[in-house]
């Protein structure tokens, strides 16, 4: 559990064999995480930015789940 977006808000890494794969609905799109911007609507500003930070330094791949541009990072649809 990471908090941030709400109280149940948590962050899945999965072991591939591209690396870790870090998927949350404390992010939506990649550039939530990449340039440290936050969601619109939060509950703890201070975890969600936490949760970014080790996003950033634990990840291989960081999926947002709502991002439509992950079409176009996994064009075939196979993230890892």
């Known amino acids: ?10 962050v899945l890494e999965a072991e591939t064999a591209q690396g870790v794969v870090a998927i949350s609905d ?7 995480v990449t340039e440290n911007v936050p969601l619109g609507i939060n509950e703890n500003m201070y975890e969600i ?7 950033r330094k634990t990840a291989d791949i960081i999926l947002p789940i709502y991002d439509p541009g992950n079409f176009e990072r996994f ?6």
């Open 26 to 32: 404390s992010y939506f799109h990649l550039r939530n």
């Open 49 to 55: 930015l936490a949760a970014y930070e080790r996003v």
């Open 1 to 10: 559990m990471v908090g941030g977006h709400h109280r149940a808000s948590l």
């Open 75 to 80: 064009p075939d649809g196979v993230v890892a």
